[in-house]
């Protein structure tokens, strides 16, 4: 039976996976927010919370860190990944491979695919080697399935969302993470076009409160099986009380209102 990410990265099915790739992907913008988070122990530390099932970092900073953590974090590789400094059609540079992955203990990797992009084609045949690299090592396959570039109009449209969910399932990935599509009834369709590869929501640019909560809980509601999230979390003053929250809303799919005033209490 090939492996899946159930058996590494998630609680009861569902995966909450604390991202942790802005460093390269976006720059040092995105610590601005909350700068005790540009240190990467601050996100090792968040990542022993009960809510995470894994941390999503990338090699330099899984080489740096996680030895620390090892028995308290699950581990969650990216493999790709490019810097906010490119400004060419969406590609993604290969880091490393699944095979250094198990080398440092990582209990799954991630790879970030852009259907639609003029590199698509090279960036599926890279995925294809990381999938079965990863498949030899027994580890679970996350993609970011983020369509983007000249092929694509418009990154959030439902049809758009579904299809990236679909390429998860065609591909091989145990577990896709698409953008949230806008409401509950898109998500339920990405849901059904991922078929047994299982849906988790990005976490995207900072919220409300309330109103992220609402949509991770629409998502979960229409057969999301958790969320991939970064900003939502460490650009907080307070990540420790929305992790409180989110777990309520993901694992025990409590009302966000809810969460939110249990979380506050806990405080």
């Not at 890279?126 to 396959?141: I, K, L, S, Y």
């Not at 969302?161 to 679909?166: E, G, K, L, N």
């Not at 896709?176 to 059904?192: L, T």
Request: net charge negative; aromatic share 6%.
């Amino acid at each position: 039976m090939l492996p899946t990410a159930d058996d590494s990265i998630s609680r009861d099915g569902k995966s909450l996976i604390l991202a942790y790739d802005h460093g390269l992907e976006h720059g040092p913008v995105d610590f601005e927010p909350n700068p005790a988070t540009a240190d990467p122990e601050r996100l090792f530390e968040l990542a022993t919370h009960d809510a995470v099932t894994a941390l999503a970092v990338q090699k330099g900073l899984a080489e740096a860190f996680y030895p620390d953590y090892a028995d308290d974090v699950n581990l969650l590789l990216k493999l790709n990944g490019t810097s906010n400094l490119w400004m060419g059609e969406p590609d993604s540079a290969v880091n490393c491979t699944a095979e250094y992955a198990a080398g440092i203990g990582a209990d799954a990797i991630g790879f970030t695919v852009y259907g639609g992009s003029n590199h698509e084609v090279e960036m599926a045949e890279e995925f294809r080697e990381a999938q079965e690299g990863a498949r030899e090592h027994d580890m679970g396959v996350v993609m970011w399935s983020y369509p983007r570039g000249q092929g694509v109009k418009n990154d959030t449209s439902s049809g758009t969302v579904s299809y990236a969910a679909r390429l998860g399932l065609e591909l091989g990935a145990d577990v896709v993470k698409v953008k949230y599509p806008g409401s509950a009834e898109a998500m339920g369709e990405a849901v059904r076009m991922a078929g047994p590869t299982k849906v988790v929501m990005s976490g995207g640019t900072m919220r409300d409160d309330e109103a992220f909560l609402r949509n991770v809980a629409n998502a979960i509601d229409a057969g999301a099986r958790g969320l991939a999230v970064g900003r939502n979390v460490f650009q907080r003053d307070d990540p420790e009380r929305i992790l409180d929250a989110l777990e309520a809303v993901v694992f025990d799919e409590a009302d966000p209102a809810a969460a939110l005033a249990a979380a506050e209490s806990a405080d």
